[in-house]
């Protein structure tokens, strides 16, 4: 008599193969995480770096890299070393006091200096910085507008937040990001 096959069986083989899908796209996105976070933070490590380091940073960035500002117009600091406006060895020197990875293209840097607090938001595409947002003495929050997948369970639209711990007190204007 040979065995009889039932439904169960195929939604039991459907139900492992999705959460090894979802396992390998969990890993997957953990390392694009990884290796955008590193991006970014190698693009710092260049800016404080030697002359000889801009060809490192040019090498990160897109050539036709989006760029957005939100603060004090003579404050584009970031911005005017990028474009070599001023020697990134002259002027504000970027610190970052934190790097957060969001999804799969998104590194978020946060420091402060004196009473000088500022938000870089990096977006990544294929390794290359493609998108750079500039918020200089401005809080910050980051929300996720997307609709909610079945299988993932968001405990909050928020995805980061400033953190300025030495500056809470100060009173900044405020802006919400949305991706």
Not at 115 to 141: C, D, M, P, S
Request: hydrophobic residues 35%.
């Amino acid at each position: 008599m040979a065995p009889t096959k039932n439904n169960y069986d195929d939604d039991e083989a459907s139900c492992v193969l999705e959460s090894h899908n979802h396992h390998n796209h969990n890993h997957k996105q953990k390392l694009l995480e990884t290796q955008n976070k590193s991006i970014v933070e190698s693009l710092y490590k260049a800016l404080l770096g030697e002359d000889h380091q801009m060809e490192m940073v040019s090498k990160l960035l897109a050539s036709d890299l989006e760029w957005w500002f939100h603060g004090p117009p003579e404050c584009q600091h970031m911005m005017k070393v990028l474009t070599g406006e001023t020697p990134h060895n002259k002027g504000f020197k970027f610190e970052p006091r934190s790097f957060t990875s969001i999804g799969d293209n998104c590194v978020i840097t946060e420091g402060w200096e004196g009473q000088a607090y500022w938000v870089h938001v990096w977006t990544l595409k294929n390794g290359l910085i493609t998108q750079f947002r500039e918020y200089f003495n401005t809080w910050l929050v980051v929300r996720d507008l997307r609709p909610p997948r079945w299988e993932i369970k968001q405990k909050s639209l928020t995805l980061w937040q400033s953190q300025p711990r030495d500056l809470y007190r100060r009173s900044l204007p405020g802006l919400v990001l949305a991706i």
